[in-house]
């Protein structure tokens, strides 16, 4: 009698909260973590077509039961086969007015999210729901999520770390120069262009203004791409490339270099950062001899971002869900070093 008498105050715990039974992952790689926000470090990853018993939900994320224990991922990438309760929050605010132009309103609650509009100042809003940080609004022309410090009037667009900083985004190789190839064939080029894309679009709404030293698929000179950087106001010079070791097809694993001893901190957190968004292998932050970095006279880096001669992780890359982690990490950790400039 005992036993079913648990059972029934189980459930009956647990339809307070969830209707929904299971999450159905949709995208592979993703991140498992151990509490609702990137801030938080990952698990574990699942991987698309797994379905997981829901325990509960807070705003964007929900709390999945694993083997052992329990991990959070983002309502973004899955599927719930039912439907959540919302709880109705009283809102003190009603309507808001942008207070910056070019304020970015995302497609959902969280930096992950892309950028669906960018408001106007003076535009305003009806508030439709909220959380801790951000506000769901709409009005006859526009509907998106705004983060709620960018309405702060003291405060210009973008977090204030990147308030002003000219930061410069190096995609390395380019043109008839492919870079490294992969298990399967597919270019280190590519992937570089890839993260800088992701990297651009995340800086910018944090307020950065942010240069790329190749905007298209085109060969440019690493002296053409240190003299951009130099010639530039430039806070912070980062170059994306991969690596490939195919002789030991199973290696994996991020590092960062620097050349000049006063920007190892930059580096260092950068590393950090990379490796607490992704949980991949560390191999660390350590001084490099890289013409791009050497002959930069700005705070400057090269970040090697994974090994494309791995075939798992080369699959692994070419998902939108593992760039924005990483550049969730390497966003992270110009931030740090920003703040203490």
Do not use: C
């Amino acid at each position: 009698m005992v036993p079913f008498l648990t059972v029934i105050m189980i459930s009956m715990l647990f339809s307070n909260d969830v209707q929904a039974k299971e999450a159905f992952i949709n995208e592979d790689n993703l991140n498992v973590r151990s509490g609702p926000g990137t801030e938080y470090k990952p698990v574990g990853q699942a991987s698309a077509g797994e379905a997981y018993p829901i325990v509960q939900q807070q705003e964007e994320w929900v709390e999945i039961q694993l083997e052992s224990g329990t991990g959070w991922v983002t309502t973004e990438f899955i599927t719930i086969n039912g439907e959540i309760e919302e709880t109705n929050t009283e809102h003190s605010v009603k309507s808001i007015t942008v207070q910056h132009d070019n304020t970015p309103l995302r497609d959902g609650p969280a930096t992950s999210y892309d950028i669906a509009h960018l408001a106007k100042k003076g535009t305003e809003y009806e508030v439709i729901s909220e959380t801790d940080d951000w506000y769901e609004i709409s009005n006859d022309d526009q509907t998106g999520y705004i983060f709620k410090p960018l309405l702060n009037k003291n405060e210009a667009s973008g977090n204030h770390s990147f308030r002003n900083k000219t930061i410069v985004i190096d995609a390395g190789h380019g043109g008839h120069d492919v870079g490294a190839i992969g298990a399967t064939g597919t270019y280190e080029k590519d992937f570089a262009y890839f993260t800088a894309s992701e990297l651009e679009k995340e800086l910018t709404s944090l307020g950065a203004n942010v240069l790329l030293t190749r905007p298209e698929d085109d060969f440019i000179s690493l002296a053409s791409r240190s003299s951009y950087a130099n010639y530039e106001d430039t806070d912070a010079f980062i170059s994306l490339h991969y690596n490939s070791f195919p002789e030991q097809p199973t290696v994996s694993g991020v590092e960062t270099y620097y050349y000049y001893d006063q920007y190892e901190s930059l580096a260092t957190y950068i590393q950090q950062g990379i490796i607490n968004a992704t949980n991949n292998e560390d191999r660390g932050a350590s001084q490099g001899n890289f013409y791009v970095i050497r002959q930069t006279l700005k705070p400057a880096v090269l970040i090697e971002l994974g090994f494309i001669s791995n075939k798992e992780k080369e699959a692994q890359l070419q998902t939108t869900v593992y760039q924005r982690n990483l550049v969730s990490g390497i966003v992270e950790g110009i931030g740090k070093y920003f703040s203490e400039q």
